[in-house]
RNA sequence: GGGCGACUAGCUCAAUGGUAGAGCAGCAGACUCUUAAUCUGGUGGUUCGGGGUUCGAGCCCCCGGUCGCCCA
């Protein structure tokens, strides 16, 4: 019986060991250059090596990474070494490699192989087919792979082990390694944004005894020592604004939260939400800082350019709308801003102005929604679901939606002058929601009634009804000065910036359903 | 939750209901300039799991699993 590739690398395992080779050396290997630089080096003006050439200089180069590709040609081996930067190939002549201290030609060609780690030391060349490469004279093993690395060429292509696998994924496609590096890139553009725009980054509870802050179910887990059950935060809102009402003005939480519920291309129940509080600002100013947060982002990715693409569709991220007329103080250019009513009626004719509750729910359904009792109790409700259901998935260019209806933003204030609504927006782009935000409610009385009005629609039957937080109203009493949130999904930001279809591919880990042996169901 | 689709060698993929295959990787060998190296030879399978129909099932039917896409 033949053996595995797999039996096959953990006996060369055995083998160089045998032969005096630790195969998982303790040591640091202290490189000269990532291959980058090896590449820059010889790019220099008087660096440049013509084909067939060694470095007349002779000059010591020691890089390290990883084995991808392995060509043997009798007495001469060449090897493509890839780091986190870029890749180079060794070159490794049999005259010309020292096999100790190091490991021999004999056993780079028989006990090496694609995906081992290993550190090279010689001078650079120009082979003479033209490849800039480095001459070896000394190689060392760094870290034996014992599994098959992924083809060359295909890479790795299943959707289902790119994501249990990651680290695959990782290793074997350039464009899954990218995307994470600009991902991290985003996320680093953000917090430098909010850091020099004076917030402070602050951490909150994950474990929470009482969840809010967003309309979701939790994940309930127990702590052994107080003997209670705990919830995995669905949102950082409450406590940053408690963090308000302590007198940091400016404040931002970059971190995971959690909502048990199903998964899909634009949901992971876990996720990265970024939430923002600016006091003494309004829905306006918080919804320019969310602008802004966008736009630094996007250049973190795409520098000047603001037209991106996503999945085909053009997106145009350039801020060319004047409202300061329509809405005193809201000044600068910004993105479209509709308000919900007026979304709605451009879209479906309906005018929530002047419709009943009745006529509404008529309208509505005449339109084919299928409104649940929930749905039918006010005029609100009913925008809300028409909105929601039909005019959302509508806005493809950035489109600000503000002043919600009361009964859906429990957190949110008052709207100034119409009476039943609230200063909040949302923000869509190719007819997802990104953003979130709003002048903070902040009258204590006014915040108990709308958590009593939750607690009245979770009676109803709402599982997503937002609890009683009496911590959070005792914090409002202490007072907090008038200011706006907001919160952006970080991972669809993610997605829009790397034009990534699926949540779980700007995810490195994301959550999937363990294997079940099949045979036992 | 519903619908559709996928699952075959380590990887990427073939295979009218009739002997399970190719390329790459791996293995043995050749080769002093390759780069998806090349050449020669051989190895490699619980066709996702279970059951059924059939003379015969990777393929058809049923149950289950995982994943993907769409819908709610």
Known sequence: MTQSEAEVRSQKVEQLRSQGIEPYPS????RSHTTQQVRELFS?????????????????????????????SGSIIFIDLKDATDRIQLKIEKKLVKGDPGIAFKQIEKLLDVGDFVGAEGIGCRTNRGELSIQVRELKLLSKATIPFPDAYYGVNDPETCRRHREMDLAGNPESFNRFVLRSRIVQSIRSYLCDAGFYEIETPVLQAIYGGAAARPFITHHNALDVDLY???ATELFLKRAVCGGFERVFELGRVFRNEGVDSTHNPEFTSLEVYQSYADYFDILGVVEDVICFAAAAVF???KQIEYQGQLINLDRQYDYSEKYAGFSGKHWQVKTMVEAVKDETKLDFDVLELGDAIAAAEKLGLHLANLDKQSLGYVLYAVFDRLVASTLIQPTFIIDFPVEVSPLAKGHRS??????RFELFINGTEYSNGFSELNDPKEQRKRFEEQLAQKNAGDDEAHPM???????????MPNCAGMGIGVDRLVMLLT???????????????????????
């Open 44 to 72: 220099q003006p008087g660096k440049e090596l013509n084909n067939g050439v060694t470095d007349p200089e002779e000059l010591s180069i020691r890089v390290c990474g990883r084995i991808t590709s392995k060509r043997d």
């Open 469 to 479: 937080d009496e911590d959070f109203i005792e914090a409002l009493s202490l007072g």
């Open 27 to 30: 040591e640091s290997y202290q």
């Open 232 to 234: 995995l935060r669905i």
């Open 418 to 423: 119409k009476p039943g609504f609230v200063e």
């Open 303 to 305: 520098g000047d350019k």
């Open 499 to 521: 034009n990534t279809q699926s949540i779980r591919d700007v995810v490195m880990f994301p959550t999937m359903r363990p294997i079940k042996d099949g045979s036992n169901p």
